[in-house]
Nanobody
């Protein structure tokens, strides 16, 4: 059973940084795509980043490209999302998600629609 435990959210001022972590268990880490989905109040879920551990490809939404970096620790089976230069519009609940394959055509969309999600962690960016 895929299990995902997200942590690292909090309150930060605009321009600040946070690092989210996703501890995983119950599946073969090296074979899965793991990433982050966020949902702000009144908005749809948005896939923002994922890493395909099988080929090491990384994907980012345009809204976070250049500010967020995803990386994985294959020993600890944990995926991190380093978030820099945070903006108030980044305020949302962030969920870790995993899927055995996301392809290359629309990996973030596939992760949103079909990925298994863990519980969320709140990120609040004040202006």
């Amino acid at each position: 059973e895929v299990q995902l435990q997200a942590s690292g959210g909090g309150l930060v001022q605009a321009g600040g940084s946070l690092r989210l972590s996703c501890a995983t268990s119950g599946f073969t880490f090296d074979d899965y795509a793991i990433g982050w989905i966020r949902q702000a109040p009144g908005k749809e879920r948005e896939g923002i980043s994922c890493i395909n551990n099988s080929d090491r490809n990384k994907y980012y939404a345009d809204s976070v490209k250049g500010r967020f970096t995803i990386f994985s620790d294959n020993v600890k089976k944990t995926v991190h999302l380093q978030m820099n230069n945070l903006k108030p519009e980044d305020t949302a609940v962030y969920y870790c998600a995993a899927l055995s394959t996301v392809g290359t055509m629309d990996p973030l969309g596939i992760l949103v629609d079909f990925g298994t999600r863990g519980q969320g962690t709140q990120v609040t960016v004040s202006s």
